[in-house]
């Protein structure tokens, strides 16, 4: 946290970062490793908002890198679509960690507000049949902010009555709202049932000096689209993770008890925090409608709504790089998995259709060994860690004392079973 | 009696068909400290969560400075300074000392940083402990330091009325010495305090007017050390026959 007393003063010192935040890592490096990593960790921290751009052209050079004769499978088509799915899943894991990981509220629902992006933006743009009911007919960039803003009221709709509900609760009723939301595009006429809506039609550039039609042309486009829709999503959710709103979420998630008491508007930064997580599945919902061309309620299936939780837990609650793994390892480990099997059976059982399984396994093997997640978040490093430790005595010169002497009984416990 | 601060009139509070508190009169008056003591369910953690507006009361008025403050939301009442420090501490567990301490003054908008520094170094000089510790995890502190904590935490708030809920809970008694200490100290300094405790000597000592809750009724009223001399305090909650 930037603003921090004490620690902003350090920060600067890639050894206290790593003191700070991976303890057991700085043990390990020498500082052979670390003094000259230093200098490169300054420069690049100095470099603020070009840090983003850099992030933009390392991002924009994936389609080039994966045209390569040592991976073939990665040449062509199937690759750029790996890589366009791996995106949108991006948006959503970084939208859901908002609401999970930041706010601590238990989402089972969050695709419904992706549907809703995508299905505004079917009925906003010229797509389907003539005779077929549209809202209005408007361009595909037009209809972005609507998508985004639709997304939010339903975030702002379910939220308001449902955000005094706690935990086990407020899974059910948010499980239950993407179960309506689907239910709904199933049975009413202007989405067109359970058909879906076909040929929305995709975005095109029309400027004098460029002109693109994302449809016709090369397939790494829509990736493209996909950078800055990223890059944006993870700068708002950095700023809002170090701003006054960031630790109000983080005290109510911690403490709402507490927090009510210091005066934070508990139900206030709620509502926010599903507002916000549902603007970025807005955006994703409008690059999945425009790529695809095609929606249908079946599109949307419960079970992405529980990948998605999948992909931010694994990866870490609250962390933007856990968010960003999390969505890369749930699009792409069932890929490897399909490609290595071959279409084999084991037991009787298609290994490719069972794919979904190894999440299972994933996340019971993360949960035991890193329970914060592959790239845990630091608070919720520490939340996980807290316990009595009462009388264990922390000095301030050892950084990593708080973590190394938490839980004193077990420590001794565990101690003593390896002597 | 001096002017009254807080003032309950009639007060009820019911949990769905429960009524907890059942017409509750009781007032604070400006640099007053003001015990209430009673056993388990009495409604003790009842009323101050009705005065803080987390659950408010369902009959009855609390006025505040003269202004009734039902109507409000909790955020609203602690920006009017009621700040409640829960029981059981309530700490945030994972934020650091300080962090934990800044985010008392959370409701405090147009404050500059160094004003804000400025009262976290006089937190600091209250519990010269926090300082050492302000960059450990506060949910590593002891017991004793997390009610500290806590209360330091509310001190950033600049509470014009301070509300303790068992600040003794599960505490040792030297420590629950320290933290009576602790109350003198915030009182001498003109910040009225309304106490809630099961310990009701320790809680009798520090105030200087107490009330006696049972069944969600104020059953006594009276000066500390009257209540102290009293049979029927001495008997149920000082352990005297």
């Known amino acids: ?33 670390v003094a000259p990593s230093n200098i490169a960790w300054r420069g690049w921290r100095r470099l ?25 499978i990665l040449q062509g088509g199937y690759g750029i679509n790996v890589l366009f799915t791996t995106g949108y899943w991006i948006l959503l894991t970084l939208g859901l960690s908002v609401v999970v990981g930041l706010a601590g509220l238990l989402d089972l629902g969050y695709v419904a507000f992706f549907m809703l992006g995508a299905y505004t933006t079917a009925l ?189 837990v694994i990866g870490g609650l609250g962390s933007i790089a856990g968010a960003v793994l999390g969505a890369i390892l749930v699009t792409t480990l069932p890929e490897v998995v399909r490609e290595l099997s071959g279409g084999e059976e084991i037991f009787g059982f298609d290994i490719e259709s069972g794919r979904i399984a190894i999440f299972g396994v994933l996340l019971i093997i993360v949960m035991i060994y890193r329970p914060g997640g592959l790239l845990a978040a ?42 | 009696m001096p002017e009254a601060l807080l003032e309950l009139k009639d007060v009820h509070v019911r949990y769905g068909v429960i009524e907890a508190v059942r017409g509750i009169n009781l007032t604070v008056g400006e640099s007053e400290v003001v015990t209430l003591i009673g056993g388990n369910g009495a409604g003790k953690t009842t009323t101050l969560r009705a005065i803080s507006m987390v659950h408010g009361p369902s009959r009855g008025e609390i006025l505040f400075r003269g202004e009734d403050i039902t109507s409000l939301r909790s955020d609203e009442v602690v920006s009017r300074g009621i700040i409640h420090v829960p029981e059981g501490r309530h700490i945030f567990p994972s934020m650091s000392v300080a962090e934990n301490i800044e985010m008392g003054a959370f409701q405090r908008k147009k404050t500059s940083r160094k004003e804000l520094n400025e009262d976290v170094d006089r937190v600091f000089m209250l519990f010269p402990r926090m300082k050492e510790r302000r960059k450990q995890a506060g949910g590593t502190l002891s017991g004793g330091e997390q009610q500290m904590l806590a209360i330091g935490r509310a001190l950033m708030a600049k509470p014009k009325l301070l509300m303790l809920d068992e600040p003794s809970m599960g505490l040792a008694p030297q420590v629950v010495e320290t933290v009576f200490g602790v109350v003198e100290t915030i009182n001498s300094e003109g910040i009225p305090v309304l106490l809630i405790e099961q310990n009701a000597q320790m809680a009798l000592q520090a105030a200087s007017r107490g009330y006696v809750i049972e069944t969600g009724e104020i059953v006594l009223e009276d000066k500390a050390q009257s209540l102290l001399g009293n049979d029927r305090v001495r008997k149920a909650y000082l352990g005297e026959e």
């Open chain 1, 124 to 312: 906003m743009t010229d797509s389907g049949s003539p005779d077929q009911f549209h809202i209005v007919e408007w361009p595909t960039w037009t209809v972005l902010p609507f998508a985004v803003i639709v997304a939010m009221i339903a975030g702002f709709v379910l939220g308001v009555p449902t955000l005094r509900l706690r935990g086990d609760y407020l899974a059910i009723v948010t499980l239950g709202f993407h179960e309506i939301v689907r239910q709904s595009a199933n049975n009413l006429t202007i989405t067109n049932g359970s058909r879906g809506i076909a040929q929305i039609p995709s975005p095109e550039i029309n400027l004098p000096f460029w002109q693109l039609d994302f449809g016709l042309d090369a397939e790494y486009y829509w990736w493209f689209l996909l950078i800055p829709a990223i890059l944006l999503a993870v700068m708002m959710i950095r700023h809002l993770d170090n701003s006054r709103v960031g630790r109000y979420w983080a005290a109510i998630r911690e403490d709402e008890v507490a927090a009510s008491a210091m005066g934070v508007p508990v139900t206030k930064m709620k509502v926010l925090a599903f507002v916000i997580g549902a603007s970025v599945s807005g955006v994703a919902g409008w690059i999945y409608a425009i790529k695809f061309g095609y929606i249908a309620p079946n599109s949307f299936p419960l079970l992405q709504s529980i990948l998605v939780l999948c992909a931010v």
């Open chain 1, 1 to 33: 946290m930037a603003s921090t007393t004490g620690t902003a003063a350090t920060s600067a010192d890639l050894r206290s970062h790593l003191d700070r935040n991976y303890p057991r890592l700085s043990q390990r490096l020498p500082d052979a490793v």
């Open chain 1, 378 to 419: 630091k608070r919720r490093r520490t939340e996980l860690q807290e316990a009595g430790a009462a009388d264990n005595v922390v000095t301030a010169e050892d950084p990593h004392a708080h973590i190394k002497t938490r839980d004193a009984d077990l420590w001794d416990e565990r101690k003593k079973g390896n002597d």
């Open chain 1, 48 to 72: 603020g908002y070009f840090r983003y751009l850099i992030a933009a052209a390392l991002m924009g050079v994936i389609p080039w890198l994966m045209d390569n004769d040592y991976f073939p």
